[in-house]
């Protein structure tokens, strides 16, 4: 079992849609 720490940056860039790293963030998080 992995374990992975994401910071509040990665998930507000992963959740919001106009972020500017939003199509490099979300790929992270659905990893998990």
């Known amino acids: 079992m ?3 720490l ?3 940056s990665t ?3 992963a959740l ?3 972020h ?3 199509t490099l963030a979300l ?3 659905q990893r998990v």
Do not use: G, M
């Open 2 to 4: 992995k374990k992975f």
């Open 6 to 8: 994401f910071d509040t």
């Open 11 to 13: 998930l507000v860039a």
């Open 16 to 18: 919001i849609e106009s």
């Open 20 to 22: 500017p790293k939003q």
């Open 27 to 29: 790929p992270w998080l």
